[in-house]
């Protein structure tokens, strides 16, 4: 049987570790059947995700501070791509299916097309600790809509 040189096995286990960081660090959270709430401390200039599952829908959500620090908070789909989702490249988010970037400042400013979908400031609020709240009501008629659209969820 063929022995895995201890160099090599930690190597390989380092490269693991570093591949699958960014993307524990990059998560938020899930909530079931609840409001999401997104601690105001937790939202940087990288794109942290969150989940809510809403009547055993899944809803993917990502929270980033733009360059005017100003938080925004959009759904990880497009109208055009749908569910492929966005990552980051330092101050863009890219889109899995097309590969367009948009910048972070773009973000809830633009709509329709490939961009990611705008939560909206009219939908979210804060609580007394200053953490972003996204109602389950809101999140429901946003699953009510989506599931029609992505039956699988996005």
Same mark, same amino acid.
Request: hydrophobic content about 40%.
């Given at each position: 049987m063929?022995e895995?040189p201890?160099?090599?096995r930690?190597t390989? @286990?380092?490269l693991?570790?570093?591949?699958?960081?960014?993307?524990? =660090? *990059?998560?938020?959270?899930?909530?079931?059947? %609840? !409001? #999401?709430?997104?601690?105001?401390?937790e939202?940087s200039s990288r794109?942290?995700?969150?989940?809510?599952?809403?009547?055993?829908?899944?809803?993917?959500?990502?929270?980033v501070?733009a360059?005017?620090?100003?938080i925004?908070?959009?759904f990880n789909a497009?109208?055009?791509?749908g569910? @492929?989702?966005f990552?980051?490249d330092?101050?863009?988010?890219?889109? =899995? *299916?097309?590969?367009?970037?948009f910048?972070? %400042? !773009? #973000?809830?400013?633009?709509?329709?097309?490939?961009?990611?979908i705008?939560v909206?400031?009219k939908n979210?609020?804060?609580?007394?600790n200053?953490?972003?709240?996204?109602?389950?009501?809101?999140?429901?008629?946003?699953?009510?809509?989506?599931?029609r659209?992505?039956?699988?969820g996005?």
């Open positions: 063929f895995t201890k160099r090599m930690l390989v @286990a380092s693991f570790i570093l591949a699958i960081a960014p993307a524990l =660090s *990059a998560s938020g959270g899930e909530v079931r059947d %609840s !409001d #999401l709430v997104i601690p105001a401390g939202v794109a942290r995700y969150y989940s809510a599952v809403i009547e055993g829908y899944s809803l993917q959500l990502f929270a501070t360059p005017d620090e100003t925004r908070v959009v497009c109208q055009a791509c569910p @492929a989702g990552t980051q330092k101050d863009s988010m890219v889109c =899995s *299916a097309c590969r367009q970037r910048k972070l %400042s !773009d #973000l809830e400013r633009q709509r329709g097309g490939c961009n990611p705008p909206g400031e979210r609020s804060r609580n007394a200053g953490d972003i709240v996204i109602s389950r009501a809101f999140l429901k008629q946003v699953k009510d809509y989506f599931s659209q992505w039956p699988r996005i």
